[in-house]
């Protein structure tokens, strides 16, 4: 597609429920970002993803957290028995390599999570 | 480690007038940097990016950035604003040697009047 697209681009939830957050990156794409943006604050890494393996899974706050992306395509953010603190935009981003510091991250809208 | 901080969450002014938006980091590595921004219900556009060379950086929309080694700075400046710039800007490292993540500040809302 022209850009990133993420789905759904809000998500209202009750605290427990578990949630999928899907993200489309740019055709042809091989590297994969999400990020969390709590309200008033700037982006936390999450996880990424180099083809459909996932170097490093550093930023993922708990085990409830986790994301896999198949086809070297879409990828979903899975968020088990949510919490409060979970509400956030979610981001997706990619680019067309990951191991060159110098390439360009493009992101998605976003999805808007609120846990109730 | 690396951080980066932006010093001012909101910066109001006039429109045609010049804004600059701080942003100072701290890293015990060789970063680059950059500045993104966000328009209202859009996602993240990135604005300029200082890689190496010249430590005067243009953008798109007219902003630029000046890179200063010895401050950890990297401020973003535009002399005259319009309402359409009216955004949240981003200021944002990437060490040399990292092969993920990008660090971002906290964000500046810049408001622009009329």
């Known amino acids: 597609g022209a850009g990133v697209s993420q789905s759904p681009s809000n998500k209202v939830t009750e605290k427990g429920k578990d949630v999928e957050l899907r993200c489309d990156p740019i055709s042809g794409h091989t590297a994969l970002y999400w990020y969390r943006q709590r309200l008033g604050q700037g982006l936390e890494f999450l996880i990424y993803?180099?083809?459909?393996?996932?170097?490093?899974k550093s930023g993922l706050p708990s085990d409830r957290f986790s994301a896999e992306r198949t086809g070297e395509s879409v990828s979903t953010l899975t968020i088990q028995r949510t919490q409060q603190e979970d509400s956030a935009v979610y981001l997706c981003?990619?680019?067309?390599?990951?191991?060159?510091?110098?390439?360009?991250?493009?992101f998605g809208p976003g999805t808007r999570l609120t846990v109730l | 480690a690396q951080s980066v901080t932006q010093l001012d969450s909101q910066v109001p002014v006039f429109e045609e007038a010049p804004v600059e938006l701080r942003c100072n980091y701290s890293?015990?590595?060789?970063?680059?940097l950059f500045w993104y921004v966000q328009y209202p219900n859009q996602g993240l556009q990135l604005l300029l990016k200082?890689?190496?060379?010249?430590?005067l950086v243009k953008g798109i929309n007219g902003f630029e950035a000046e890179f200063n080694k010895s401050q950890t700075s990297f401020h973003l400046r535009k002399p005259s604003v319009h309402i359409s710039d009216t955004a949240e800007y981003f200021c944002a490292v990437r060490p040399y040697s990292s092969a993920s993540k990008i660090i971002f500040g906290s964000g500046t809302r810049l408001s622009i009047r009329p």
């Open positions: 200082y890689l190496s060379g010249s430590t």
């Open positions: 890293s015990s590595v060789s970063v680059y």
């Open positions: 993803f180099q083809g459909n393996s996932a170097p490093d």
């Open positions: 981003a990619s680019s067309s390599r990951s191991d060159r510091a110098t390439d360009t991250q493009y």
